[in-house]
């Protein structure tokens, strides 16, 4: 039997990261995937072919809608070729798991396929199609991920009631998708294919969609997305949802009691994701989990038992790759006996829509509910120069400090390339800067950037200079 000093079950973001730190410290590492491929629902259904569709996606609108202000002239008609678009999509998925691959020889991690189930403790069954095998581990990081959620009264068939799996993946553009949820993922999916020419009708049992986020970005996004043709039915409670051959009717209840049916050829279904410990037999270990999966771990991200950790979506917070790579470093450091430290609130979460929606910090609505005095800057993207000359005009930046100290609390940004401005936030907030310390700083022009100086000067005693 082989042992080592830490069995990693799951390849994903958080399970890879964990494997690669504790390699790095010197540690005889692990690491245990059900599927053949490495990257866990990140790389190979989440995150990476998603953004590659959002990234074709915009390619193609843009050379419809957009090409001509700029001058470029196309002959003739713009066409999909939707299949190569899958596989473009695809081949960024095969490098970049090829890559994992590459990472753990580099640091010669073992890696098991098969799925991985606890015998007890210190031992872990990985049963494959050629058998089974048993590994020791002195340490076991459970970094298995999450699935997609649905209703108790969906049936989700995979083909014409789908999660974002199945989207990732379809044979054919949609000609009407409902897409049940308002939230990041329903969202991203539904630009897609709105761009492409579907019809996209979200459907959000909340009154706002992407509710966790600040409300300001929520009135941003919508106005932005409606403009772009999708529609929007929010406080609907989706009650039914029922196929007929190549049809799908979903049945709600708007905020006055009255019921409405949405129809099309696909519906999307995008309310949340739950902890993946399905099968790891928990119980022979003697690890508590809640009745969903979730894992009750302390701020070392141990379980109840002392050498078992989990990371990444099994365990509270948002449920976010960065989030559980951060995990993943940190319960690696805390086995090398270092003390690492994650501040939660300075995890960063982002929406990969046009324009993009990046969040730190607190929300107004959060500082409100806690009775905190605070000062907030905002700036519109339209009065900068660089969105002027790219045709990227909507969002703002908004900066929420501190009323005494100035400190900043929040950032919350709608606008081009967000996704990347949302970083020099976090560093700001992780050195504790003021918004006048922002202020203060040299932002080249003309950039994006720039919005975030003047959301700073805006915070500080109403300075923004060029609105």
Known sequence: MSTYDVVVIG?????????IRCAQLGMKTAIIEKYNILGGTCLNVGCIPSKALLDSSHHYEHAVKHFADHGIEIPG????????MIERKQGVVDMTTKGIEFLMTKNKIDVFNGFGSFKDATHVVITSETGEETIEGKHIIIATGSKPSTLPFITLDKERVIT??????LPEIPKHMVVIGGGVIGLELGQVYRRLGAEVSVVEYMDRIIPTMDGAQSKELM?????QGVKFFLSHKVSDVTRKGDEV???ATDKKDKEVTFTGD????????????DGLN???AGVKATERGMIDVNNHLQSNVANIYAIGDVIRGAMLAHKASEEGTLVAEVIAGQKPHIDYNLIPGVVYTWPEVASVGKTEEQLKEAGVAYKAGQFPMRALGRSRASGDIDGFVKILSDKTTDEVLGVHMVGARVADLIAEAVTAMEFRASAEDIARMSHAHPTYAEAVKEAALAATDDRALHI
Do not use: D, H, Q, W
């Not at 390849?11 to 494997?19: F, I, L, R």
């Not at 008609?77 to 190569?84: H, L, M, P």
């Not at 106005?223 to 403009?227: L, Y």
């Open 77 to 84: 008609e713009v066409k999909i070729n939707f299949k190569k």
């Open 282 to 284: 928990l119980e022979n």
């Open 223 to 227: 106005k932005a997305m409606k403009k």
């Open 266 to 277: 696909y519906c999307l279904v995008c309310v949340g994701r739950r902890p993946y410990t």
């Open 11 to 19: 390849s994903g973001p958080g399970g890879y990261v964990a494997a």
């Open 164 to 169: 974002s799996t199945e989207a990732l993946k």
């Open 249 to 251: 009717t979903v049945t």
